[in-house]
């Protein structure tokens, strides 16, 4: 039995920019890994050779699978949410359908956005950090969603976070991080899974000299763990757990 580790996001895409190094890292030494994606994409500003919207969203459905491969992640989920329009979906279905994955998976970690959206402020991040953090505790509950499987307790949850702004774009405000991550060996593999995006071209060229500037390190808080404890800095999601 391998370490497991869940990330959940909301586009095609956020996979590699946001969580790229951890989750290359982890497959890496066979932490098996598994991703929830809500949208599609289909509401992306860049849109490819795509006519339609609904065949933008086919795209970036196979753009994922894509780059999935390319991080080394085999089990990944894209939901029907509609792109752009999650904090107008129902709280309790979000946090529902992710109580019911946590459970039946057990992840040792769970990773998702900040409440801040990531450098993007988008309001998609925020609501699957609110949904997915609700999930983690809920999942713990015997009071929320008894008919979703036996409680878990998830050992760690963790925030993406950040260490500088995009130029020209409203700045969000990062949580303090306790774990920075080293992505050195896989910064390659993560720019390569972003190139998968192949309808995402221009967006790619833009944060390009920003990975090549700050991209050498991913920042995270942990944010939930059953061990009461002081912040402390950490450079490894899975130090201390066992399979
Ligand atoms: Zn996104």
């Known amino acids: 039995m391998a370490l ?6 909301a586009h095609p895409d956020d996979e590699c920019f946001a969580f790229g190094g951890a989750l290359a890292l982890a497959a890496d030494r066979g932490v ?9 994409g289909q509401a992306g500003s860049y849109r490819g050779a795509a006519a339609t919207a609904a065949e933008l969203g086919q795209l970036r459905r196979a753009e994922f699978a894509a780059s999935c491969k390319i991080l080394g992640v085999g089990q990944h989920e894209v939901l029907d949410y509609q792109d752009g329009q999650l904090e107008h979906a129902d709280f309790s279905e979000l946090a529902g359908l992710l109580v019911e994955r946590i459970r039946a ?8 956005f900040g409440m801040d959206g990531a450098p993007n402020t988008h309001p998609d991040h925020t609501v699957v950090s609110a949904a997915t953090t609700a999930a983690v505790h809920w999942a713990a509950s015997p009071k929320r969603y ?4 036996p409680v878990y307790v998830t ?5 993406q976070t950040q260490n500088y702004f995009l130029d020209g774009r409203p ?12 992505i050195r060996p896989v910064f390659q593999r993560k720019i390569d899974a972003f190139r998968a995006h192949t309808t995402q071209g221009p967006l790619l060229d833009q944060v390009l000299p920003i990975f090549e500037q700050h991209g050498q390190e991913e920042f995270y808080t942990l944010i939930a763990t059953p061990d009461p404890q002081p912040a402390t800095q950490s450079t490894d999601l899975f130090a201390g757990l066992s399979e």
């Open 4 to 9: 497991r580790l869940l990330c959940v996001f």
């Open 171 to 182: 700045q969000p405000l990062p949580a303090p991080w306790t774990l920075k991550l080293d």
């Open 105 to 112: 998976w057990r992840p040792h970690v769970v990773l998702t």
């Open 146 to 149: 008894p008919s979703l499987g």
């Open 155 to 159: 050992p760690r949850l963790y925030h």
């Open 32 to 40: 098996d890994v598994r991703l929830v994606c809500f949208t599609d």
